[in-house]
DNA sequence: CCAAAAGTAGACCGACTTGTCTACACGCAA
DNA sequence: TTGCGTGTAGACAAGTCGGTCTACTTTTGG
């Protein structure tokens, strides 16, 4: 494998088990194999290193989610296979992503809270992403054609509810079993829909 | 004020605004203007500093809500309350709690991912509390009143929200100002009500 | 085939970390 | 007065941090 990966690989691992500032460059090192000379050969710094780290969680990620939501073609669809993802994820079933450690870039951002930090801002970024997709997916919907305030709207609370979820998965230890309930999830996205496509969206899902 | 008060806020702001790890003891030392000595009289170690950090701030945000719900009666009042205050929050406008950094507990678990060490325990206590505090609020009401199931999930769905909300206004900078609509919110809550009752909820609020 | 590039191993630097310890000052109570 | 508790000021220990550098080896491409 490319060293360069390689060395992302080994970091990201460390650093999202363990947190940032309490893994150290000799650390990464002794884990990958690699010479602290070829280290500071691919990454001018350990600074540059975490963005690397970041940009490929970010890849990662969104590329996992993507995949999971890909066959959604109704709104509730979309919110059921989201929390359902996420349930897995936490469950450490998700291999792509790990063993679960909340979410890389709410972590990271804790340890760097000055927000015009290159860090800070990669972590904001991963989440405009994510709430981008996640509106994507909303407005390509026939429920959500052309309505695409409402589309906003509905990803901006499901996107609030994935980071809740994520966050009382990693601090108390137990997930949300709520958001997998079919019936509660479909008064929420109900809402979000006009009147008269509410009862499509019911007979297809 | 008492030294070891003094420490303790000193420590607390300090470790809220910049993270536990990029603040070093001798930052507390110098801003608190205390000797080294007098800091580990009172404090055996850096750790057991946090864990009094932590909670002094339990109380006070715990406190501070408490306070924001005294006069909720319904339901909707109550989640119409919490998303009220952490908006005002997150705007900087509770003095008590400082300069809005999302939430000390959560930032401070990324920190320490063990999840049996005593700091990542009192941080996912803390968690406990408050949706302990949201679960009692909603019993109290007359919607709820013997029907803890009901209450416990509404808490639970609140709970998950605020964590997402703090947490987005963390990261990316942006609150949801969709918690705030009262059309909405009167749906998410109206969701946990017993039917003969919703009027009841209706007419009050 | 040979030079350049990229790798390894690890000593070393200065700055920083938590935590201990000495030396000294002040106030209070017996 | 004496002695104790609590404070200050800061040197110091022992270790870690990110990062640089030398010396040597391996890989690779023209």
């Given at each position: 494998?490319?060293?360069?990966?390689?060395?992302?690989?080994?970091?990201?691992t460390a650093?999202?088990?363990?947190g940032i500032?309490?893994?150290?460059?000799?650390?990464?090192?002794?884990?990958?194999?690699?010479?602290?000379?070829?280290?500071?050969?691919?990454?001018?710094?350990?600074?540059?290193?975490?963005?690397?780290?970041?940009?490929?969680?970010?890849?990662?990620?969104?590329?996992?989610l993507n995949?999971?939501?890909?066959?959604?073609?109704?709104?509730?669809?979309?919110?059921?296979?989201?929390?359902?993802?996420?349930?897995?994820?936490?469950?450490?079933?998700?291999?792509?992503?790990?063993?679960?450690?909340?979410?890389?870039?709410?972590?990271?951002?804790?340890?760097?809270?000055?927000?015009?930090?290159?860090?800070?801002?990669?972590?904001?970024?991963?989440?405009?992403?994510?709430?981008?997709?996640?509106?994507?997916?909303?407005?390509?919907?026939?429920?959500?054609?052309?309505?695409?305030?409402?589309?906003?709207?509905?990803?901006?609370?499901?996107?609030?509810?994935?980071?809740?979820?994520?966050?009382?998965?990693?601090?108390?230890?137990?997930?949300?079993?709520?958001?997998?309930?079919?019936?509660?999830?479909?008064?929420?996205?109900?809402?979000?829909?006009?009147?008269?496509?509410?009862?499509?969206?019911?007979?297809?899902?």
């Open positions: 494998m490319d060293k360069r990966t390689h060395i992302i690989n080994t970091a990201l650093f999202y088990q363990k500032h309490a893994v150290g460059i000799n650390e990464i090192l002794k884990e990958s194999g690699v010479a602290k000379k070829t280290l500071y050969n691919h990454f001018v710094s350990k600074d540059e290193l975490i963005c690397a780290c970041l940009e490929a969680r970010d890849k990662r990620f969104n590329h996992w995949d999971r939501l890909k066959n959604c073609d109704t709104p509730f669809e979309i919110a059921s296979a989201l929390f359902g993802s996420l349930s897995i994820w936490i469950d450490n079933k998700a291999i792509e992503l790990g063993d679960f450690n909340g979410c890389f870039f709410i972590n990271t951002a804790a340890e760097f809270p000055h927000s015009d930090h290159p860090i800070a801002i990669l972590c904001s970024a991963h989440k405009k992403a994510v709430l981008q997709l996640l509106f994507d997916k909303l407005s390509q919907t026939t429920q959500f054609k052309s309505k695409s305030e409402k589309a906003k709207q509905l990803a901006q609370l499901l996107m609030t509810l994935k980071e809740g979820m994520i966050c009382q998965a990693r601090v108390m230890h137990s997930s949300n079993q709520l958001l997998q309930d079919p019936l509660l999830l479909r008064q929420l996205v109900q809402s979000y829909i006009p009147k008269p496509l509410q009862d499509a969206d019911f007979s297809v899902s």
